[in-house]
């Protein structure tokens, strides 16, 4: 295997020269650094930059930590990041938590056996222990940026989704379509009071509670883990129980495709008698017939908006905690229309 040795034989210049080359760490004229160049591509040397990292006790690399990188929201924000961090000269090493707190930590003591510069953490769901750990992570030196982790702490760096935003947009849709009796469906969120669900059922009753007509709000919650199924089985009761909902929103496209199927079985036409709006805007959104109207959650900004954050705190790592918050977008498809007149 061809070392820094060999490679500065061939250039005829010593190792602490092809070090400067290759680390740009000093000055090299011209010519010996096109000599150096020269003989690392006829050499195929691979710089060992690791290795190099841990003998200085820092890296260019980046851990991003997610409960799964297999799923839709994971994997594009995940790509989003990384692409930001190499276009910065970082290397990100990818990790799974499953949702354990165990699993997690033990991915935490590997990254910072690796001497990462920094962490872009999705934490699962229990955030109790996140103080201790970024205290933990600023005495090691290494910079965190937490993802969609909930409550916000206005001591901590954070990059969310403007969940607050995204409630709005949904229930301004329905009720500038007419809408005045809606079902919403969401998941329970026990693990804390302020999570993405709860934020948008806020903000939907902050707006009827501002609506100068008065709507009636029907909630079902669920800790089903088949979203389809009880977003079908919570619509048939909804509707059956107050036929006189005219508009269902689901808090993520599954449970608004599951009252679309429930719409179809019980023979209601949507929009006429039932509009549906979902949230996500994953496949599932653009593949169902009707297609569905849903909140447009802009995970490449926001994986963009993490990575530059958490550059800037590598960068100057004095800089106060803030939190990056990004809008979200509504996208009006054929699942919603204005409310049917009794």
Same mark, same amino acid.
Request: aromatic letters at 6%; proline letters at 6%; one cysteine or more.
């Given at each position: ?156 760096? =954070?990059?969310?989704?403007?969940? /607050?935003?995204? *409630?709005?947009? $949904?229930?301004?849709? @329905? +009720? !500038? ?44 919650? =669920?800790?089903?883990?088949?979203? /389809?199924?009880? *977003?079908?089985? $919570?619509?048939?009761? @909804? +509707? !059956? ?60 900004? @926001?994986? !963009? ?38």
């Amino acid at each position: 295997m061809t070392d820094i040795r060999r490679v500065a034989e061939v250039a005829g210049v010593s190792t602490a020269t092809v070090s400067r080359v290759i680390n740009n760490t000093g000055p090299v004229n011209a010519k010996t650094r096109e000599k150096v160049q020269q003989a690392i591509i006829e050499l195929d040397y691979r710089p060992n930059k690791l290795a190099s990292s841990l003998r200085q006790k820092e890296t260019r690399i980046v851990g991003i930590l997610q409960t799964d990188h297999s799923t839709h929201f994971s994997s594009i924000f995940a790509d989003a990041a990384e692409d930001t961090l190499f276009n910065h000269g970082f290397t990100t090493i990818m990790s799974n938590t499953y949702g354990e707190r165990m699993m997690e930590e033990e991915q935490i003591e590997f990254l910072l056996d690796m001497r990462v510069g920094g962490i872009l953490l999705r934490p699962f769901k229990d955030t109790s222990h996140i103080p201790s750990l970024i205290q933990r992570l600023e005495k090691a030196n290494v910079a965190c940026v937490l993802v969609e982790s909930y409550p916000v702490d206005p001591l901590q760096f =954070h990059a969310n989704l403007n969940n /607050v935003q995204g *409630g709005h947009i $949904a229930i301004q849709h @329905l +009720l !500038e379509q007419g809408h005045r009796s809606i079902g919403m469906l969401l998941p329970f969120e026990p693990w804390h009071t302020e999570g993405p669900h709860d934020l948008r059922l806020a903000a939907v009753q902050h707006a009827i509670a501002k609506f100068p007509e008065p709507v009636e709000l029907h909630i079902k919650r =669920h800790n089903a883990k088949d979203q /389809v199924a009880f *977003g079908f089985e $919570a619509t048939r009761s @909804l +509707l !059956e129980a107050s036929p006189e909902i005219t508009a269902i929103f689901g808090t993520t496209d599954l449970l608004a495709a599951g009252a679309l199927h429930a719409a179809q079985e019980m023979n209601l036409s949507v929009p006429t008698d039932l509009s549906i709006i979902g949230y996500d805007d994953s496949y599932v959104a653009s593949s169902m017939h009707p297609r569905l109207t849903t909140v447009s959650q802009p995970i490449t900004a @926001l994986g !963009e908006a993490t990575g530059k954050l958490l550059l800037s705190i590598i960068e100057d790592p004095a800089i106060p905690p803030r939190s990056v918050s990004i809008s979200n977008i509504l996208k009006v498809r054929d699942s919603t229309g204005p409310a049917r007149t009794s």
